[in-house]
């Protein structure tokens, strides 16, 4: 059984687990077994390869999780490469925030400002059909007197407009998809539910005659 049945959200941001633990959280935590879990924020711990790989079964798995939160992780382009692959699986989650990770900023494609992991991402994206949202930009590391007294700082997204153009396009399809699957289901609930009352009806027709 799930360590977390029952709960809905769990923070665990900046608390400094291990890496056992934090394969351990997404092989147990988040397994199909819960049937709860919705927001899991594991911001500002360190995500090893093994740590990343353990998230995406875990993600694959999960059919309730709906935001993630794994921003300033330390999660390199091998990492997010890792990701991207299991991009297309996963069916459940909705919400992604991957800010200030390593990724967002380095390496750029040569000769650019763009990183190599938003076009990873966008490779993913392409034939993923659950998520809404993806967060990506870099830590902006402005000074105080810059922004307006606490103002938390901005993130900067490092990629192109046409990559931005279809990773938009990619989430507002998703957004559409679930629209029409949710549409389907109220036309399928409004058959039943005729279909109820027909027999009902001619139940009450038979006993009549």
């Known amino acids: 059984m799930s360590f977390f049945q029952g709960l809905e959200i769990l923070g665990l941001r900046g608390t400094g687990l291990a890496e056992d633990i934090l394969v ?3 092989q147990t ?4 077994d819960n049937k709860t879990l919705l927001q899991l924020d594991v ?3 360190c995500f090893t390869p093994k740590v990343m790989a353990a998230c995406c079964e875990s993600l694959v798995a999960s059919a309730t999780l709906d935001i993630l939160k794994a921003e300033h992780c330390g999660i390199d382009l091998s990492q997010i490469q890792t990701l991207s ?14 800010d200030g990770n390593e990724f967002t ?9 763009e990183t190599q992991g938003s076009i990873c991402v966008l490779a993913g994206m392409e ?10 930009g ?12 606490c103002t938390p700082p901005t993130y900067t997204e ?18 559409q998809l679930d629209k029409g699957k949710k549409w389907s289901q109220m036309e399928q609930a409004v058959v039943r539910l005729a279909a109820l009352l027909l027999y009902k009806i001619n139940q009450q027709e038979q006993g009549s005659s």
């Open 24 to 26: 351990m959280l997404f």
């Open 29 to 32: 935590g988040l397994s199909t």
């Open 43 to 45: 911001s500002r711990n």
């Open 85 to 98: 692959a299991s991009l297309p699986d996963i069916h459940g989650l909705h919400h992604l925030h991957l």
């Open 105 to 113: 900023w380095t390496p750029l494609v040569e000769g650019t400002v």
């Open 127 to 136: 034939r993923n059909q659950s998520l809404w949202s993806i967060q990506m």
């Open 138 to 149: 870099e830590y902006n590391m402005l000074t105080r007197s810059s922004r307006p007294c």
């Open 158 to 175: 490092h990629m192109s407009l046409t990559t931005r153009f279809q990773l938009k396009n990619c989430l507002q399809r998703n957004i």
